[in-house]
Nanobody, 122 residues
Framework: QVQLVESGGGLVQTGGSLRLSCAAS????????MGWYRQAPGKQRELVAG???????TYDDSVKGRFTISRDNAKMAVYLQMNSLKPEDTAVYYC????????????????WGQGTQVTVSS
C-alpha cells in the first residue's frame, strides 16, 4: 500500500560524493518524519540522519559536517547528500518514513525502503 523506492547508491572512492534519493508512493494521506538508516555487515541498523516535516534535522555524530538530509514534501521525497565519504560509511542504506495512509482510522506507521548499497573504496 505504501512503497519507498530508493536510488543513488553505488561504488565511490574515499573522499567522493553520492546522493541518495527516496520517494514514497501509494495511498498516502500524510508523511511525517523521514530519514536514512544504514546497516554494515555484522552490525545493527543505525540512524544516519532524520528530518521532520518542519525540516528539523538530526545526524549521527559520525556524519555531521559531511552528510546533509533534505526533503520535498510535495514529492514525498527525502534525499541524503553524502560528501567526503569514508570506507567506514560502507553499508546498505535504508530509507525510512512515518506515514498515515488514506485507510479510514489508520495511524502513523513505519515504512522502509528495500535498501541501496553504498561502497566506499580506500
Amino acid at each position: 500500500q505504501v512503497q519507498l523506492v530508493e536510488s543513488g547508491g553505488g561504488l565511490v572512492q574515499t573522499g567522493g560524493s553520492l546522493r541518495l534519493s527516496c520517494a514514497a508512493s501509494g495511498s498516502i494521506f500524510s508523511v511525517a518524519d523521514m530519514g536514512w538508516y544504514r546497516q554494515a555487515p555484522g552490525k545493527q541498523r543505525e540512524l544516519v540522519a532524520g528530518i521532520t516535516r518542519g525540516d528539523i534535522t538530526t545526524y549521527d555524530d559520525s556524519v555531521k559536517g559531511r552528510f546533509t538530509i533534505s526533503r520535498d514534501n510535495a514529492k514525498m521525497a527525502v534525499y541524503l547528500q553524502m560528501n567526503s565519504l569514508k570506507p567506514e560509511d560502507t553499508a546498505v542504506y535504508y530509507c525510512h518514513s512515518v506515514v498515515v495512509t488514506m485507510t479510514p482510522g489508520d495511524q502513523y506507521r513505519n515504512y522502509w525502503g528495500q535498501g541501496t548499497q553504498v561502497t566506499v573504496s580506500s
